[in-house]
């Protein structure tokens, strides 16, 4: 089982403390999100809304964000919860985010049981696509 030895309830502990920190006065709905590196650190992130709304951040944008800014790195488990501790799974786009971070193996907390990022982006484009076209 992939999953082994990862602290699966100290990684949604972290997302539901940042979703009760996320700025969220337009939808009212916060998220926090939690993501295991492959060196042991653990990042995490939150969702910032804006007046304009297309320039919202989701809370895996900061948790890219605190990745990079942290020494980079793989992602190799992650979750995210809402408001209310519940567990959530991320838009598309932030699954592309995350697709770059952490690749098929990714191991994802869903509300159907932990899945890779393969299951949850099948066929996703990324850095070899590129190198492929080159």
Known sequence: MPEVGI???????????????AYAPYS????????????GRVVSGCNVENAAYGVVLCAECGLISDLVAGGGGRLVAFTCTNGDGEVITPCGRCRQLLFEHG????????????LTLADMLPQAFGPADLDAAR
């Open 103 to 114: 690749g098929n193996g990714l191991l994802m907390e869903t509300p159907a049981g932990i």
């Open 7 to 21: 602290d699966w309830d100290a990684l949604r502990a972290v997302a539901v403390d940042l979703a009760g920190r």
């Open 28 to 39: 009212n709905y916060s998220v926090g999100a939690a993501a295991l590196v492959d060196d």
